[in-house]
């Protein structure tokens, strides 16, 4: 089992920047991608950037330029920086993580707000 806890989700003017972390905990030598999803109301949940094992990144195009996704696997941590931060933006971002054992599955954490207004 894989347990992610996400953190520094909040409210941030149009133009600024915010950092999101998330921590793994238990089976992580399992994990073989890890990502960030975000959900605005009314709106499907959808992808916005993914690292794999082996560190390769991809991003959606409503962040490209603008967000990174890095990780540090001495703490098991993976960031979300957020540039250039738009109204847009603004919804529940949650972390996840795909495992291929003991069967194939996918973990969420518990999501944070952020919040894009002036």
């Known amino acids: 089992q894989v347990q992610l806890v996400e953190s520094g989700g909040g409210l941030v003017q149009p133009g600024g920047s915010l950092r999101l972390s998330c921590v793994a905990s238990g089976s992580i030598f399992s994990i073989s991608a890890m990502g960030w999803y975000r959900q605005a109301p009314g709106k499907q949940r959808e992808l916005v950037a993914v690292i794999t094992r082996g560190g390769i990144t991809k991003y959606a195009d409503s962040g490209k330029g603008r967000f990174t996704i890095s990780r540090d696997n001495a703490v098991n941590t993976v960031y979300l920086q957020m540039n250039s931060l738009k109204p847009e933006d603004t919804a529940v971002y949650y972390c996840?993580?795909?495992?291929?054992?003991?069967?194939?599955?996918?973990?969420w954490g518990q999501g944070t707000q952020v919040t894009v207004s002036s």
């Open positions: 996840t993580a795909a495992s291929l054992t003991p069967a194939p599955n996918n973990y």
